[in-house]
Structures are given as C-alpha cells and as structure tokens.
C-alpha cells in the first residue's frame, strides 16, 4: 500500500460531461502530481501542486483543471468530456524536497471511460 | 525537453533465469535521477529501484540492480532469479534535480515470465 488513496476506483460517464476526482496523498507529502495513462499517449504528466501552489504544469487540456486544498488533498476536474479522454488517471505523491529526487508514491487509479 | 526511450515493448524470460530492460534518455542537464517502476495486472505504480547521476555506483535492490552508463545516457534494468511476481509492465523514469519532481516515463516494456 503505497498510502496515496484516490477515488473512486471506476468512473463511466458519458461525453460532454464533467466528474472529479479525489487525491489523499501520502501523510507528511507536500506535492500531488496527476498522471494520465492511455494506450497511445503512454504515461502523461498533467499537473503539480505543492503545498496548494501549482508548481509544474505539462499536456493538460483547458478543459481539465485541478486544485490543492488546505488539508493537501487535490481534484482533478475533467470537463465537457470526449471519448478520448477516457484513460487511467493517476495520483502520485513526494515529500519534495528540492535536490532530493524524493520518489513519487502513485495511487491505484482511477478508469475513466468516456461512453 | 527530457524524453526516455525503452525500445522493447515486449520480452519474456524463463523462471529463474536473468533478464536486463532497456533505456535510453536525453538530456542536457549533468544532474538528475532515474527511476524504474513496475506496473503489474493490478495496475498500481510500484518503485522498483532509483538512482542518483551524480553516483557512479549502481543501484541495487535486492533482485533487482542497473547499469548506469551517464556518457552513453543508458539505464537498464537487471532482474536476476526472475519469479512469475515480476511478470509487469516496467516503465523507465527520468526527474530533474530541483525544481519540480515530475517524472518523464518511457513508454514501457512488458516482461512475461514463462514458468
């Protein structure tokens, strides 16, 4: 267990919706980051927060957005869905601590199919 | 931009016997970490081994140990006496130092272990 919860586990919704989900990082992490995961596109980075600031940002569509609160967990708000977006999203969590290399702790996951 | 290349989408090795990934990065940063994380049926992101490139010692970890050539910017991966457990995909990984902490994964090999 890697103590980096998500939920829920599955997600079936149709396009044009929007859904959130839920990161509880590891106890004592700073930093949650969200990873997609398709077929195609392999494992992409979206987004990071640190201690509720955005910190690094990659391929994350204008339609998604996410946010960290006061207690350090963070949603991921997926919006006006495509059958593209269906895929495995991930949370992760480190420490972060700068020059460290802290390994990222990953959740199990949420799927999300897009019918 | 860091990009990670595993050009072996799949292998397979017999139970027992020893087995060595590939990976291959660019970069034109002289400090950074590597990663290897293993993703069985389960689906859960699971650290395997990490290393610093400002060490020239190998990582190991129990089983598992890699061959570090920084010049030729190469990162495979050895599991020696494989088990049927390590049958996954495994993702090579590659994270800045300082900054942010994201990590840039490969696009995987699968590793089928034969009994």
């Known amino acids: 267990d890697s103590g980096v919860t998500q939920t829920p586990k599955h997600l079936i919704t149709a396009t044009g919706q929007r859904v959130t989900l839920r990161c509880s990082p590891r106890s004592g992490d700073l930093s949650v980051y969200w990873y997609q995961q398709s077929l195609d596109q392999g494992l992409q980075f979206l987004i990071q927060y640190y201690n509720g600031e955005e910190r690094a940002k990659g391929n994350i569509l204008e339609r998604f957005s996410a946010q960290q609160f006061p207690d350090l967990h963070s949603e991921l708000n997926l919006s006006s869905l495509e059958l593209g977006d269906s895929a495995l999203y991930f949370c992760a969590s480190s420490v972060h601590r700068d020059r460290v290399g802290s390994p990222l702790h990953f959740g199990n996951g949420t799927r999300l199919t897009v019918t | 931009a860091q990009t990670v ?111």
């Open chain 2, 5 to 115: 290349t595993q050009s072996q989408p799949e292998m397979s090795v017999q139970e027992a016997e020893t087995v060595t990934l590939s990976c291959t990065y660019d970069t034109s940063e002289s400090d950074y970490y590597l990663f290897w994380y293993k993703q069985p049926p389960s689906r859960q992101m699971i650290l395997v081994i990490r290393q610093e490139a400002y060490k020239q010692q190998n990582a190991t970890e129990n089983r598992f140990s890699v061959n570090f050539q920084k010049a030729a910017k190469s990162f495979s991966l050895k599991i020696s006496d494989s088990q049927l457990g390590d049958a996954a995909m495994y993702f090579c990984a590659y994270s800045s130092q300082g900054g942010s902490e994201k990590l840039v994964f490969g696009k995987g090999t699968k590793l089928t272990v034969n009994p």
